[in-house]
């Protein structure tokens, strides 16, 4: 039986690892909600990973639902690549669920 890093398609990432290099890159997904979602998103950027901020809202709209703690969204924020969705107060529960975890699935796979 072959190895996988025996194989010529996949040393290329092997010998990157090797070396020291990551053969990847993890990236979190969060919206960046107060609470955990932040908690997470600021440990995640300190172990190095990607930070993807699919909003379910415009971010100004999106923005209203945490006033109080607004800095620290777009400290957040500025860190990501950030993706606004096209949810509306009109359906809002349908924009906050379907939307944005939709769109987490579909990233996942």
């Not at 969204?73 to 939709?102: C, I, P």
Request: with cysteine; proline share 6%; net charge negative.
């Amino acid at each position: 039986m072959t190895k996988l890093a025996d194989d010529p398609m996949a040393k290329p990432v092997y010998s990157a690892a090797a070396a020291g290099a990551a053969p990847f890159t993890l990236r979190l997904l969060s919206p960046l909600a107060e609470g955990s979602d932040r908690l997470v998103a600021e440990e995640a950027l300190k172990a190095g990973y990607g930070l993807y901020a699919p909003l379910p809202f415009s971010q100004p709209e999106y923005e209203n639902d945490f006033k109080e703690s607004v800095g620290a969204f777009r400290a957040l924020s500025a860190q990501a690549e950030v993706l606004e969705l096209d949810g509306g107060r009109t359906v809002e529960n349908e924009s906050y669920r379907s939307r944005t975890f939709s769109w987490c699935a579909i990233a996942i796979s």
